[in-house]
């Protein structure tokens, strides 16, 4: 039988749509395009209002599509509202993030039935770290690799502890296994993945630097790359055996949410803008060519122009070298929903101001990189240009007769084109 899979939201679901690929191939499925799929499986996101809604309009247009489908509701969004079972009754079997490999026994059960499942269970504090790991990355070359679940945060925007669970871990032992598995298959770059990845280990004697050695045993792994980070988890002694890791990236994406005390508190962020931009003088002193990025929420409920200009301030101080900028999204069962609320062209204007400030920041640092010779690993290419990463995730594109895709190789920076560094072999 033939599987389509249709991965909404983050790098976690990602990995877990591999991790469900691998259980099923092992079984004697075949992922296929959607044309010739017999079973489509929808992965879904609830991280925004909008996340939900792409799910409900995903899951209604595929059964439109091809009415015969088997069509499997799994991820966030089930996980966290399980009635969705009932209001879309296009979903032939519903499952949540804590029930996804129980995948091919569930499809069996419903080919022998023919009736509707749910199966979706709940998190329990105690619930310890379930998986059953990946050996390739399908269609990419750097392969993530899932090592943390669930968040014990609850900042005051967001729902993912209550689709997530608590935070739990797998064992370095564990990550090391599957990093020589990839390594076994060609991959050379892994991106450690968590819901909270900087709370790798809670209740354990572990922390993420153990996590990153691990990823780093193969020979093969040229590179280990960290995913999304928390400010506060990230202690002076974590930075300091971080910086004796040669493999790790010196690419650090650091959420603020915001610049203004005022408006982090209101958000229950546990750090303040002072400890943020020491945290970010740490760094710069640590990794010389490191490369800090955030993500910045603009229009949060009570937030006003003068907090805002705060946050400008800012992202004018530390010069990140990007910037995700999202204007407050209301995310119903959440504290900041039942906060008074600011206007839609508010929340946008603000977030325009914010993406165009950081916009000139990058295309200054891009242009900064002139000159200096940097290591890629070349991702993808067509028509003779190839582009990659360097170490500290800074785009390169090059111009090349060879096909360098999967290539680590040295290049020459020549200039930039505003969105990412030119070089020459
Ligand atoms: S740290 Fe905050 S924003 Fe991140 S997953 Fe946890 S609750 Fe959500």
Known sequence: MNVYFQTLGCKVNQYETQEMTEALTNCGYT?????????????????????????????????????DYVLVLTGCASQADPSLFDELPEADIVLGNNTNLLLPETLEEFFASRKRILRVEKHTSAAEYKGCGITKFNEHTRAFLKIQDGCNRYCSYCIIPESRGRSRSKTP??????AAALAANGFSEIVLVG??????GAGTDCSLPDAIEAASSPDCIKRVRLGSLEPDHLTDEMLER?????????????SLQSGCDKTLKAMNRHYTAS??????????????DASLTTDIIAGFPGESEE????????????????????PYSKREGTRAALMPQLLNAVKNERAARLSALAEDIRRDYLASQTGRRLEVLFE??????????????????????????????????????????????
Do not use: W
């Not at 931009?277 to 010389?288: E, G, H, M, P, Y």
């Not at 003779?384 to 190789?409: A, C, H, Q, W």
């Open 195 to 200: 819901i909270n990845l900087s709370d790798y």
């Open 31 to 67: 992922i296929s395009e959607l044309s010739d799929a017999d079973i489509v499986i929808v992965n879904s996101c609830t991280v925004t209002a909008e996340s939900d809604r792409k799910v409900r309009q995903c899951v209604r247009h595929l059964k439109k599509l091809r009415p």
């Open 242 to 254: 971080f910086s004796a890791l040669p493999k790790l990236c010196e690419q650090f994406h650091i």
């Open 275 to 288: 400890e943020y931009a020491d945290l970010c003088d740490k760094l710069r002193r640590k990794f010389t």
């Open 380 to 425: 993808r290419g067509c028509n003779g240009v190839f582009e990659g990463y360097t170490k500290n995730y800074t785009p390169v594109k090059l111009v090349s007769g060879e096909d360098m895709r999967g290539i680590i190789t040295y290049v020459t920076i020549t200039g930039s084109d505003g969105e990412a560094c030119l070089a020459k072999l």
């Open 173 to 178: 032992q564990e990550v090391r296994s599957e």
């Open 307 to 326: 907090d805002f200009l705060q946050t400008l301030e800012f992202v004018k101080k530390i010069r990140f070298e990007k910037v995700h900028v999202f």
